[in-house]
């Protein structure tokens, strides 16, 4: 891979946690507010249901955790081990995939 494409992966990546800190700050204190506020799980998925906005925020969270994750998981598994190439590169888009699928099933579970 070029030093271009792995500096483009290097920014995608810093771009991707700062989007990421912000969700899970969102998330973290919707959740203890909701808690604190005596709301069970059920009660704070009603509240959710339908919401374009809640449906937004997390389809945002997925997309900063598909575009993160797989980027760190890449840097890892090529410090850590000699895995390089176009196999590496194909099963963190695996990776990213799988992410992607079950982040999406996630998030239209909160708005369905």
Known sequence: MSVRSETRLWLA???????????????LAT?????????SA???LSRTRGSS???AFYLLFVAAVVIHAPIGLRAV?????TWRGRSLDFAVV???ILLAALGL???????A
């Open 42 to 44: 059920a009660e704070i």
């Open 94 to 96: 695996l990776f990213g």
């Open 105 to 111: 099933r996630a998030a239209l579970a909160v708005f």
């Open 13 to 27: 990546q810093r771009a991707s946690a700062a989007v990421l800190a912000l969700c899970v700050i969102v998330h």
């Open 31 to 39: 959740m203890v507010y909701a808690v604190r506020g005596g709301l």
């Open 77 to 81: 598994l090529r410090e850590m081990t």
């Open 53 to 55: 906005a809640w449906l």
